[in-house]
């Protein structure tokens, strides 16, 4: 049987919609990119959009896999950081960049019932961060400028520039999933720092910045990356349904690049 892959989204005012009927114009709408919905069922797996209201235990609980999808970044209340610079009257339904604790709640409320319950997860761009969040742990507020372009001006989809290999550690759920190393895209200025409870590092950009982290001997697993977004297939879908369906089998040497 096909595995259920729940993927989390935004909720936005449905006036940003070009075109809308101004009569509806005054409510929400669920946003969630198409490619999440695509790869998945590339991979063999049904997808399952998720609203906020089903960011319950009981609704894991009907999941075999669970997307925690890119976005804005995690509010700073949520994990130590300065909320001096916040502007005050920024709506996460309005602007598509502005914090969203809603959001932020609802996706670590997931994210906490899914790793209590042996759910395979993964934490994709923001949802790296907010899986390493949710545990306890803190980001880096604003990336410094170094040898490695983080917040590319790249177009989807894109394998990334050159500059951008991400290194696995050897044995790691990442390195059975992608080898070695592997070249992907990038549009972050935030990121991991501070380490959750039982996260450990998995993989690293060449300036040291943490791209992959996991729970060891879980099913669980954060890459900074879009893999949704990335030219070549990419395949975390295929670990994924493979995990929520007992069947994951590690990288031979030919998945390094």
């Known amino acids: 049987m096909r595995p259920l892959v729940g993927i989390t989204g935004r ?9 809308m009927d101004k009569r509806f114009a005054g409510r929400h709408v669920d946003s969630f990119f198409s490619d999440y919905a695509r790869c998945v069922a590339d991979a063999g797996g049904i997808p399952v959009h998720l609203p906020f209201e089903a960011g319950t235990a009981e609704a894991v609980e009907r999941l075999d896999g ?11 209340g949520r994990w130590g950081g300065d909320e001096s610079a916040l502007p005050a009257d920024a709506d996460p339904r309005c602007s598509t960049m502005a914090h969203d604790v809603e959001r932020d709640a609802y996706e670590a409320a997931l994210i906490h019932a899914a790793v209590d319950r042996g ?32 917040y590319s001006l790249n177009e989807a989809l894109t394998d990334g520039d050159p500059d951008h290999v991400v290194t696995f550690t050897p044995g790691s759920l990442a390195a059975s999933v992608y080898g070695a190393n592997r070249q992907v895209n990038s549009w972050h200025h935030q990121a991991v720092n501070v380490l959750g409870g039982g996260l450990v590092v998995s993989g690293r ?12 001997d879980r099913p669980v697993l954060g890459i900074q990356w879009h893999p949704e977004w990335q030219a070549t297939t990419d395949p975390a879908f295929a670990w994924l349904t493979a995990a929520a369906s007992g069947t994951h089998r590690p990288a031979g040497p030919s998945a390094a690049r």
């Open 66 to 76: 669970l997307i925690i999808t890119g976005g804005q970044d995690v509010h700073p």
């Open 119 to 150: 759910v395979p997860v993964l934490g994709v761009c923001r949802g790296h961060q907010l899986l390493n969040v949710a545990l306890g742990g803190r980001l880096v507020p604003d990336l410094p400028a170094s040898e490695v372009e983080h």
């Open 205 to 216: 950009a060449a300036d040291g910045v943490v791209e992959s982290i996991e729970l060891p």
């Open 11 to 19: 909720r936005l005012s449905a006036s940003l919609t070009q075109g």
